[in-house]
């Protein structure tokens, strides 16, 4: 084998050692690099480096450099001197082929470069990668330039782009900021070789959600906050397209986006939650058919344990849609039509009847059924999906409905009336079970007011120890507005009370929050002042108690605790 520490310490071109020349430069570690020094050599390359071979200073021009003090080669200097070949003499033993390569593997290298040298004989084994070319090998190798072969290979510098910048023609202050110029960027190839090599433990670092002392933390919470972080973990190292959710976190974040919907949003910011096309698609995955939907009502009977936080009313109310049908390709059918669950019709649908559970002692709500007809629903079918909805939310979701609320429109009113509801009884029997019927209390002040407006209300009120029946009338409201505005006091008492609010139009006419405030406890306190100081006749007193009554009876069914005194 041939001896390449001998062979390291010795120039390969001249065999010139250390102390004879300036400087001798190691071959490129850059195997494009050290093509182009082979080529430029007349060797064969047999795609090796060579990077443990030396090359001497004499073979390099002085633009070579460019630190030429300090012999500091360039990127992209390449040996092209080799006049010096002469000076040196080659001694082989062996046998010599036609085309001119030796034959044997052992050649004698004579150091005759200088007399005051004692001259040494070294017996070195010839490599055959550093054999001379023979003319078949020149031939193989292209023609191109020793411009082009520079550029093969060379690193990617800050300074390439900058012109006429180089070591040997900057100052001292410019050579210096080069130098840290290149120190920065050693550091910074450094540590993208650490981070490429802890590539690896970031990524298993990334999968905790399936470490055992991961899932030990979450024993102490609620089943529902530990898979809402599982499953955050679980997502996080994913992009936002390929995040997979199981059907109880989705529930989950829907529930939450019922709730409240700003801490939805917020929560959608800060960590992996679904996004709106996964919540747009999870019709799809969930099954929300015409009816009773079961899946929900074994989720609530699941989610609510005391039978305390069971209690509830059944709301129930129409709303207006557009007529349109479509096809579902999960179900294989056409929507859009007349659909009550159990029978349907070709009538295309432009109303939604929508049922929600809503709780008493504890604050849920949950829409549970719902159904299409074409135009508004008839009192017999409207009827009949009420005890549906009952009898269902008993026997699957174990819940304790005590009343229902809706709206007073006509088809509400005569339903609640086919089922035996009246004013001295005020509720209607299902499943063994008493459930009273109740008006939506926005409604009601609503209807009382604008039926306040038109009409004249007899009540008893008590005047000076004694019940006396008197009328109340929406003038007074009127002369108490009327009063309050021409007062020259800067604060007036009915600040919230306009001009419209006397005699609205059709647009403002069934509106809360002109109810609520023509119908308030400061309207009727205003009333009595206005009597005290006799600018009201006595007869306003009822128009005052009225009001007063309407106020307490809103804010009683409209509160959700008991006012305590």
Known sequence: MFEMASRSRLCHVCGSSEDEVAKLHYFPSQLERSKIWQYSMGMCYTGETLKNFRICSRHFTDNSYVDLPNRKLARSAVPTLFSCQAQQTQVRSGTQNVDGSIGSEVCTLIDIASTSKVVRCQLVEKSPAIARPSRENFQEIPNISISELKSVGRKRSLFRGIDNLSRTTATPRKVKLMDMVCRKEDQIRKLKVICKERANDIKALSNIDDSTVVRNLFEGMSTTTSDFLISQLRCAKRDPKGRRWTIEEKVV???????????????????AMPSKRTLTS?????TFSVGINEY??????HSLISSQDKLCVLLFDEMDIKANVQYDASSDRIIGFEDFGDH?????????????????????????????????????KLSFCIKQVIHAAKDVGGLDIVATICDMGSTNVNALKSMGVSISHPYFECDGS?????FDIPHLVKCIASLFRKHNVKLPVEVRGQEVS????????????EVDKKSPLIFRALPKIKDRYMAPIMRFAMKVNIAAQTMSRTVASFIYTLVSRGELEQRAIASATFIQQVDELFDSFNGNQEKRS
């Open 253 to 271: 974040a829907l529930a939450l986006l019922k709730r409240s919907p700003k801490c939805y949003k917020l929560l959608s910011k800060i960590v």
């Open 282 to 286: 999870l019709l799809e995955k969930v």
């Open 296 to 301: 929900l009502f074994e989720h609530i009977n």
């Open 344 to 380: 349907s019709s070709p009538d295309m649908a432009n109303k939604a009847l929508v049922f929600m559970c809503q709780g008493l002692s504890r604050p849920w709500k949950q829409p549970v059924a719902y159904y299409f007809s074409s135009g508004v629903c008839s009192t017999e």
């Open 434 to 438: 008493e459930v009273y019927a109740m």
């Open 470 to 481: 008197m009328e109340a009338r929406f003038s007074d409201v009127r002369e108490a507005y």
